[in-house]
């Protein structure tokens, strides 16, 4: 199995902030590194996929970088509607896949 | 419009049994994998297992192995989820979604979740 760590667990951030979240995995996962955003009672969303690819629609103050076990999420000027929390999964070993424990972002 | 629709909540009590499933609809439904992901009352996504449709192949999370069994009927575009005997610690939000075709494997499409409550 492919264990993915993510950190921190929780970041209380001001609009306008800048945020960096990372993942690390277990073992390479070359760049088949997704990141999602969850907002309660909502299906999770994608964000980046292929650890720098922006999802279409997705706003370009989002940004992912890495390859190999370290990947970084990057949020730039943080808007009111991005307080939710982020997931890293991997999808290296498809169909298998695993997900990051999550960073909560909480309003300062 | 490609969706996901799944089945209504679900009340149970331990011990019992129950299928959920997860609707595809303005897709062709047997060439995306349909993974099954699990959220518990405030925890993160856990990846429960996954599907193809057009063969029933089936990959598990070692965590749920033997715990779930997940299925699927072709001629209704239609995937499941069963627990043949329930336990409290199963309670959480069960989330179908299907894997894109990208080269990258995200998951694209996400139903709106089925909440199991398993209580005596």
Known sequence: DIQMTQSPSSLSVSVGDRVTITCRASQSVSTYLNWYQHKPGKAPKVLIYGASTLKSGVPSRFSGSGSGRDFTLTINSLQPEDFATYYCQQSYSSPSCSFGQGTKLEIK | ?120
């Open chain 2, 1 to 120: 419009e490609v969706q996901l629709v799944q089945s209504g909540a679900e009340v149970k009590k331990p011990g019992e049994s129950v299928k959920i499933s997860c609707k595809g609809s303005g897709y062709s439904f047997t060439n995306y994998w349909i993974g099954w992901v699990r959220q518990m009352p405030g925890k993160g996504l856990e990846w429960v297992g996954s599907i193809y449709p057009d063969d029933s192949d089936t990959s598990y999370s070692p965590s749920f192995q033997g715990q779930v069994s997940i299925s699927v009927d072709k001629s209704i575009s239609t995937a499941y989820l069963q627990w043949n005997r329930l336990k409290a610690s199963d309670t959480a939000m069960y989330y179908c979604a299907r894997r894109s075709d990208d080269y990258y494997y995200y998951m694209d499409v996400w139903g709106k979740g089925t909440t199991v409550t398993v209580s005596s």
